[in-house]
């Protein structure tokens, strides 16, 4: 991969569009997208008594026969100090409390609390809604040390208490008297994921690709890479809207999820890393559309799970590639993301943890491609292809109407990762799409592959960057599908929801046929490397 700045976006078939999407009428997505509850310094509006309330908050069940509310979106951002903020919490448990820290240039604003569902069609549900919060101007960001990096260090603006609120992805929206908004992310997290299906949200991969203060683990505030950070923090804002990873890569998938009406259980990677228990007896756990940078515990942590006999699903494609560390700050034990990349060697760590550097995890030293856990190896970008269907009789595709060789233009993209038959992976191995592309004038393949192990879970990559995207593709959120049609749309709305609801029910292969591995017959190799 280059270590440049990573420029991100974010066909005839046997599918009988008329047949297929009607049958799938009520998942063609037209997202939305919420903000989380929240209380505020002056709480003069509360929610009223909802039926089916528990002490942690909703069951499932209720939060289903729920209406939702359209008005979550951003109606205008403004400049990017018209207001913005962040939480003190990558993540509460429900009932907890949490610091909120806002600067706005307008006297006063309020915070609405939305949840990411799908609430009818609705996609959100306002769960709160604050009174009147004082506006202010917060000091200018900081930058430390030899790391680069940027902290917003303000002060708390008010604390919120999470009561009430079901377990769930959140977006608190502020809202200033000037007009303008600006999303605030937080997952109110399960504590058990036992016979449920777990989204672990990427909080790791927000924060590296976040240039709020001038500096990424990309590039720094003279644009370079050289200049970037080394560690990035999670006080300080996000930019553009304030949840643009969790937006394009993430929320279509949840809501998909709550829509099927499986079980579910909500975490991020950084509370995995922290506290593997929530995965045990989890029936899935789902990385979801752009989850790049993991720490090796939580690497672990999940791979255990699969051999347990928790299925495994990567919605995205170069899923677990970067290894990173995660530092506290102070009493919080979670505030930084440390990956110095090509510079590990400077790390001032390394000396008393040679076996743990913040590099690619396929590198040296400590080498372990993911291919280990996924399956599939991250292989590059940029490119746009087409997304061709290799094994139509798949149990994967049933419903779909596809045919062997069948397209989807533009569902590869704009990374992927493919099958590399000398690479370490799991078996065995089958490919289920295989198809062509070019990337910086080199020919190659994506896959989406599909393996099991002893324990009988079953994991599934979709080998594109683009799939959550294209869970809306053709509907009137159509702002980043890259041209994707809704026929492409219903072709991975009706693929997703084949899997998760055959994982909803525990090992894969107690209910479907163990893989057949195919990687010989597709690359003509004798055999594909063993898995550690």
Not at 270 to 294: I, K, M, Q
């Given at each position: 991969?280059?270590?440049?700045?990573?420029?991100?976006?974010?066909?005839?078939?046997?599918?009988?569009?008329?047949?297929?999407?009607?049958?799938?009428?009520?998942?063609?997505?037209?997202?939305?997208?919420?903000?989380?509850?929240?209380?505020?310094?002056?709480?003069?509006?509360?929610?009223?008594?909802?039926?089916?309330?528990?002490?942690?908050?909703?069951?499932?069940?209720?939060?289903?026969?729920?209406?939702?509310?359209?008005?979550?979106?951003?109606?205008?951002?403004?400049?990017?100090?018209?207001?913005?903020?962040?939480?003190?919490?990558?993540?509460?448990?429900?009932?907890?409390?949490?610091?909120?820290?806002?600067?706005?240039?307008?006297?006063?604003?309020?915070?609405?609390?939305?949840?990411?569902?799908?609430?009818?069609?609705?996609q959100a549900r306002l769960v709160w809604r604050s009174g009147r919060v004082a506006g202010?101007?917060?000091?200018?960001?900081?930058?430390?040390?030899?790391?680069?990096?940027?902290?917003?260090?303000?002060?708390?603006?008010?604390?919120?208490?999470?009561?009430?609120?079901?377990?769930?992805?959140?977006?608190?929206?502020?809202?200033?008297?000037?007009?303008?908004?600006?999303?605030?992310?937080?997952?109110?997290?399960?504590?058990?994921?036992?016979?449920?299906?777990?989204?672990?949200?990427?909080?790791?991969?927000?924060?590296?690709?976040?240039?709020?203060?001038?500096?990424?683990?990309?590039?720094?505030?003279?644009?370079?890479?050289?200049?970037?950070?080394?560690?990035?923090?999670?006080?300080?804002?996000?930019?553009?809207?304030?949840?643009?990873?969790?937006?394009?890569?993430?929320?279509?998938?949840?809501?998909?999820?709550?829509?099927?009406?499986?079980?579910?259980?909500?975490?991020?990677?950084?509370?995995?890393?922290?506290?593997?228990?929530?995965?045990?007896?989890?029936?899935?756990?789902?990385?979801?559309?752009?989850?790049?940078?993991?720490?090796?515990?939580?690497?672990?942590?999940?791979?255990?799970?699969?051999?347990?006999?928790?299925?495994?699903?990567f919605l995205g494609a170069n899923s677990c590639f970067r290894r990173v560390r995660l530092?506290?700050?102070?009493?919080?034990?979670?505030?930084?993301?440390?990956?110095?990349?090509?510079?590990?060697?400077?790390?001032?760590?390394?000396?008393?943890?040679?076996?743990?550097?913040?590099?690619?995890?396929?590198?040296?030293?400590?080498?372990?491609?993911?291919?280990?856990?996924?399956?599939?190896?991250?292989?590059?970008?940029?490119?746009?292809?087409?997304?061709?269907?290799?094994?139509?009789?798949?149990?994967?595709?049933?419903?779909?109407?596809?045919?062997?060789?069948?397209?989807?233009?533009?569902?590869?993209?704009?990374?992927?990762?493919?099958?590399?038959?000398?690479?370490?992976?799991?078996?065995?191995?089958?490919?289920?799409?295989?198809?062509?592309?070019?990337?910086?004038?080199?020919?190659?393949?994506?896959?989406?592959?599909?393996?099991?192990?002893?324990?009988?879970a079953g994991v599934f990559a979709s080998g594109t960057m683009r799939w959550v995207e294209?869970?809306?593709?053709?509907?009137?959120?159509?702002?980043?599908?890259?041209?994707?049609?809704?026929?492409?749309?219903?072709?991975?709305?009706?693929?997703?929801?084949?899997?998760?609801?055959?994982?909803?029910?525990?090992?894969?292969?107690?209910?479907?046929?163990?893989?057949?591995?195919?990687?010989?017959?597709?690359?003509?190799?004798?055999?594909?490397?063993?898995?550690?």
């Amino acid at each position: 991969m280059d270590e440049d700045v990573k420029g991100r976006e974010d066909a005839g078939s046997g599918l009988d569009r008329r047949r297929f999407l009607g049958a799938t009428a009520a998942g063609a997505l037209s997202l939305t997208v919420g903000g989380v509850a929240g209380c505020d310094s002056s709480p003069d509006e509360r929610p009223g008594a909802v039926p089916g309330r528990t002490k942690s908050g909703l069951s499932a069940a209720g939060e289903a026969r729920l209406s939702g509310n359209p008005d979550w979106q951003i109606r205008s951002l403004g400049p990017p100090d018209a207001i913005e903020g962040y939480a003190d919490r990558v993540s509460v448990l429900p009932g907890e409390t949490f610091g909120l820290y806002v600067s706005t240039t307008a006297p006063g604003f309020r915070v609405s609390a939305y949840r990411i569902g799908w609430y009818g069609g609705a996609q959100a549900r306002l769960v709160w809604r604050s009174g009147r919060v004082a506006g202010r101007r917060q000091r200018p960001s900081r930058t430390e040390g030899g790391t680069r990096t940027v902290r917003a260090g303000w002060e708390r603006t008010t604390r919120v208490r999470a009561e009430g609120w079901a377990e769930g992805a959140y977006l608190l929206r502020l809202d200033a008297e000037n007009g303008h908004q600006r999303y605030v992310p937080v997952i109110v997290r399960s504590r058990s994921a036992s016979g449920a299906t777990l989204l672990m949200h990427a909080a790791a991969t927000w924060q590296a690709y976040n240039t709020w203060g001038g500096s990424s683990l990309y590039q720094g505030k003279d644009g370079s890479y050289g200049d970037r950070s080394l560690a990035v923090s999670f006080d300080r804002p996000y930019d553009k809207n304030g949840a643009e990873k969790f937006l394009v890569y993430e929320r279509a998938a949840v809501v998909l999820a709550e829509r099927l009406g499986i079980p579910l259980a909500y975490t991020t990677g950084v509370d995995v890393h922290r506290d593997p228990s929530v995965l045990r007896d989890a029936t899935t756990a789902v990385s979801l559309g752009h989850d790049e940078y993991w720490t090796p515990e939580q690497r672990r942590y999940v791979t255990r799970a699969r051999d347990a006999g928790t299925n495994l699903v990567f919605l995205g494609a170069n899923s677990c590639f970067r290894r990173v560390r995660l530092e506290p700050l102070g009493a919080a034990p979670v505030r930084t993301v440390v990956c110095y990349k090509t510079d590990y060697k400077h790390d001032p760590y390394l000396a008393d943890h040679p076996s743990m550097p913040t590099n690619d995890f396929r590198s040296p030293p400590a080498a372990q491609p993911e291919s280990s856990m996924t399956g599939v190896l991250y292989e590059g970008f940029p490119t746009d292809a087409s997304y061709v269907v290799h094994g139509a009789d798949h149990w994967i595709f049933a419903g779909t109407g596809v045919k062997k060789g069948d397209s989807f233009d533009h569902l590869v993209g704009v990374e992927y990762d493919r099958v590399v038959p000398e690479t370490p992976a799991p078996g065995p191995m089958e490919i289920v799409a295989h198809s062509p592309l070019v990337c910086k004038g080199r020919n190659s393949h994506s896959d989406s592959a599909y393996y099991t192990v002893p324990s009988g879970a079953g994991v599934f990559a979709s080998g594109t960057m683009r799939w959550v995207e294209a869970l809306m593709a053709g509907t009137r959120e159509n702002g980043r599908n890259h041209g994707m049609d809704a026929r492409t749309g219903a072709f991975v709305t009706r693929t997703t929801e084949n899997v998760l609801r055959a994982f909803a029910t525990g090992p894969a292969t107690k209910s479907r046929p163990p893989a057949h591995d195919n990687v010989r017959s597709v690359y003509g190799h004798t055999a594909h490397g063993t898995a550690p």
